[in-house]
């Protein structure tokens, strides 16, 4: 069959809302409750609804906290999910831990705690949790870091080129997290209305005192929590008569604007790209990245560099290109002509790294793609002062542009992040925000 054939018989896919949902962050969910991510039950109905054969493989290249490759791996599908950020690795990792590990968790978190008491380590003086807590605070929760290190990252993730945490166990992985979701309520009075945002305290500012035992009692409390909510996933299985074998998944820390995947590997992708809000993405994340210092080999600074939607200047001098389409080159005629201060300079240099990353991303992701194989994108539109950002059009073309034809699209209205910001009521622009799901065929 030809591949157009193929695609004009595939069924039409279930789309619920893309938009995050409180309610529906249950169990896994609820221990990292990624702002920028989508629903599993979005995922989950998406792909079931594909109808995808046996052995068919999934990409999300922009995996977050691993919506797309849990989903997957809970239906039996191969999946790999690419994310530039180490924190989300971590995380995507962890909501991969099999049930039946469920109850190993507690046991080793206690013996990781009582190791972490006995032999506190000294600190660097460029240990970056100084940034938030007194000295004692964050030499404890080094010394739980150091022993998760110790006991649970092995050798499959240490090469002559240092730790790749994309291959990180489970559990490990389980319990960074816990210590990711203790250290991040312990620095709650460094959060602000904007979910996105982490304020870095002044040198002035009182950093974060808290006991070793309230530290611990976060953390074992976490590690609890997550052992039942795995605990009752595996109940949950039992009572079905052949739960499907979870699929085979693939983490890997990678740039999509450079990533190598072989041609026509992969039978469908499901993802949400950084959005064009000017969301730093690192920024989001920065405690985490704080916990996992001794494990990085990138600085937060070069890594929220790299970042599509970086909110750092790029370094080398980017061109409009016809091939992002018509959207994209009205929209930047605009800004770049806008009154306001720093428009035609700092945002339009910003904007043209946004695009030129995301141009590239997708041609590689087209190019990893099959003939006749899907690719569903969630992607929220935005606005530039009164310019609209229509990102979903703009991403249409460029998809056109790389291979892709749009097959279905269903938008949905929601609240969006930038109508906290304050500055946003100066201007003329409807409130909230279309966050769109477009369905591609190749
Ligand atoms: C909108 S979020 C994806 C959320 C995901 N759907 C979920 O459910 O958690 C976009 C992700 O893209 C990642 N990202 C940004 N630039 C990237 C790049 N150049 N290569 C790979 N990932 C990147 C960010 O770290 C972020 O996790």
Request: glycine fraction near 6%; proline fraction near 7%.
């Amino acid at each position: 069959m030809k591949a157009r054939e193929a695609a004009q018989m595939a069924p039409r896919f279930r789309i619920l809302s893309p938009k995050r949902n409180k309610l529906l962050q249950t169990g896994w969910e609820g221990f990292f409750p990624y702002y920028a991510g989508f629903p599993e039950v979005f995922a989950r109905e998406l792909l079931q609804s594909a109808e995808l054969p046996n052995g068919a493989v999934i990409l999300d290249p922009w995996n977050g906290s691993g919506t797309t490759t849990y989903a997957a791996s809970g239906l039996g599908l191969s999946s790999i999910g690419i994310d530039l950020n180490p924190v989300m690795i971590i995380v995507a990792r962890a909501r991969l831990l099999p049930p039946t590990e469920a109850d190993h968790l507690r046991p080793l978190a206690a013996t990781i705690l009582s190791h972490a008491y006995s032999t506190p380590p000294i600190l660097d003086p460029n240990e970056a949790l100084l940034g938030w807590f007194k000295p004692s605070t964050a030499a404890f929760i080094r010394g739980i870091e150091q022993n998760i290190r110790r006991s649970l990252v092995g050798n499959m993730t240490k090469s002559p080129d240092g730790i790749h945490l994309d291959k990180i166990s489970g559990t490990a992985a389980t319990l960074y997290v816990a210590l990711f979701a203790a250290c991040r309520k312990l620095v709650a009075p460094f959060r602000s209305s904007n979910p996105t945002w982490l304020r870095v305290p002044k040198e002035t500012d009182a950093r974060v005192a808290a006991t070793k035992a309230k530290v611990a009692q976060y953390f074992a409390a976490n590690v609890r929590d997550m052992s039942g909510a795995l605990a009752a996933t595996l109940d949950a299985d039992l009572r079905i008569a052949n739960p499907p074998r979870a699929g085979e998944c693939e983490i890997s820390l990678s740039d999509t604007a450079s990533m190598k995947l072989r041609k026509g590997s992969v039978d469908f992708v499901l993802t949400s790209p950084p959005y064009c809000t000017r969301i730093d993405y690192t920024a989001a994340t920065r405690i985490e990245l704080a916990v996992l210092g001794p494990l990085l080999t990138i600085s937060a600074r070069a890594l929220g560099k790299q970042m599509i939607g970086s909110t750092q200047v790029p370094s080398t001098l980017i061109e409009v290109d016809e091939s992002w389409g018509k959207t994209c080159a009205r929209f930047l005629r605009a800004l770049r002509k806008h009154p306001s201060k720093a428009s035609g300079g700092y945002y339009y240099r910003t904007h043209l790294d946004y695009f030129h990353k995301m141009s590239r991303s997708i041609e590689r992701m087209s190019h990893a793609l099959k003939p006749g194989g899907h690719a569903v994108l969630v992607i929220q539109d935005s606005y530039y002062k009164d310019i609209h950002n229509d990102l979903p059009e703009i991403i249409s073309e460029i998809g056109v542009t790389h291979g892709l034809s749009l097959k279905q699209r269903k938008n949905f209205h929601l609240r969006s992040m930038s109508d906290i910001n304050p500055g946003r009521r100066s201007y003329e622009r409807p409130s909230g925000a279309t966050e769109a799901v477009l369905c591609f065929v190749k």
